[in-house]
Every structure is written in C-alpha cells, then in structure tokens.
Antibody
Framework: QVQLQQSGPGLVKPSQTLSLTCAIS??????????WIWIRQSPSRGLEWLGR?????????DYGVSVKSRIALNPDTSKNQISLQLNSVSPEDTAVYYC???????????????WGKGTTVTVSS | EIVLTQSPVTLSLSPGERATLSCRAS???????LSWFQQKPGQPPRLLIY???TRATGIPDRFSGSGSGTDFTLTISRLEPEDIAVYYC???????????FGGGTKVEI
C-alpha cells in the first residue's frame, strides 16, 4: 500500500521560503509509471496544481503558471522522497499543501490515486 | 485555460435519494483525463471515478460517472449518510500541460 508522509513547518514568514517534504513508502520516487505532484487548497483559490516531477531515464519537471518563477521540486532517491520549495511567499500562499501520486498509462497521466494527509501552511509575520 | 464549472454549488437531499452532480468544461476534454473526488473535512480528496466512468478500487457501486466532451456527471444512486462531503471534478490536459479542478459541489443530507 502506497503512503505519502508529509512534513514541514506550518508557519512561514512573508518573503521567506516554504519547504515541505513528501516521504514515499510502498513505491519508488523513480518509478517509471507514475508522476509526483504537489497541489494546494485554499478557500480563495480552491484546489490548485503547483507542479510535477517524474523519472523517465532522466528527471523531468513541470510547474504551474501561477508559481512557475518561485517553485522547485527536488526528488531524493536516497531517501525516496520529494521536496517542495516555494520562494518569496506572501499571505496569498497560505493554504493546505498536498503531495500526491499520478498513475500513468501508455505514457499519459491517468488519475491521482494517492494523496498525502496535507500540511496546513500559514504565511504570517 | 480549461475551466471546470460544477453545479449545483450545494445539494440538499434525503437518505436514499438520487444525487446528480454536474461538471461542465469550457472546452472539450478527453474522457481519459476526467476524474471525480470526494473530500470530507480535514481529509485529502479521495478518488471516486477516473476516465470519466471507471470506479476506483473500493468505491461502492452507488457511485457512477458519465459524460463526454464538455459535460460530465457524477451520480450517487442512493444517498447514504456517509456521502456527506464536497465533490470535485478534475481534468488533466497534456499539451499544453494543465491540471484543473472544479469549484466543488457540497452534498448535504
């Protein structure tokens, strides 16, 4: 059974960097038939896709337009986890952050089948 | 950007009744990339339906999905008290890459 264990601070100051980690059990971060994504949820923005990373003989990354200039996803094969870094945060980045797994078939993304429990992050001084 | 509009925003029904939730896309999307999720307070979304009509593992058969093109429907044939939740549709487009969710329908009993 695949599980995603999230960790990271719940409070970040404005202009600083938000850092979260998603530890994977029951699957490999470099599995060839999945992608790993981060999503956030807030009352004002709803469910918002932030980015994805996946391994297909090399690592690939894609980021959402709203955060593209501030985000980085970093897979760590030694620890079987993925970290999220979001720079220069503002109160608008206050949200519940989720990591999740996307099943792919024939090279195409298919569905999101496993979610972490979520981390509530508040941006405030 | 593909916008998913869900209706109604809130659905109030009695146990045993049929619930019909709508998800309308601003442009045509492939059934392959359309999923439905259920979210209860304090929990992450839970996959119900993928590929527009395939039930995920462990999902009761009172949940069904249908539709194509721009109009998709999630039906709960006989509401149970545990079905109180917010339901989201979600689409995945590969070129250009875009993942979006609808605004949700809250089901009340």
């Amino acid at each position: 059974q695949v599980q995603l264990q999230q960790s990271g601070p719940g409070l970040v100051k404005p202009s600083q960097t938000l850092s979260l980690t998603c530890a994977i059990s029951g699957d490999s971060v470099s599995s060839n038939n999945v992608t790993w994504i981060w999503i956030r949820q807030s009352p004002s923005r709803g469910l918002e896709w932030l980015g994805r990373t996946y391994y297909r003989s090399d690592w690939y990354y894609d980021y959402g337009v709203s955060v593209k200039s501030r985000i980085a996803l970093n897979p760590d094969t030694s620890k079987n986890q993925i970290s999220l870094q979001l720079n220069s945060v503002s109160p608008e980045d206050t949200a519940v952050y989720y990591c999740a797994r996307v099943v792919t078939e024939t090279g195409k993304p298919y569905y999101i089948d496993v979610w972490g429990k979520g981390t509530t992050v508040t941006v405030s001084s | 950007e593909i916008v998913l509009t869900q209706s109604p925003v809130t659905l109030s029904l009695s146990p045993g009744e049929r619930a019909t939730l709508s998800c309308r896309a601003s442009q045509s999307i492939s059934n392959w990339f359309l999923s439905w999720f259920q979210q209860k307070p304090g929990q992450p979304p839970r996959l119900l339906i993928y590929g527009a009509s395939t039930r995920a593992t462990g999902i009761p058969d009172r949940f069904s999905g249908s539709g194509s093109g721009t109009d998709f429907t999630l039906t709960i044939s006989r509401l149970e008290p545990e079905d109180i939740a917010v339901y989201y549709c979600q689409q995945y487009r590969t070129s250009p890459l875009e993942v979006t969710f609808g605004g949700g329908t809250k089901v009340e009993i």
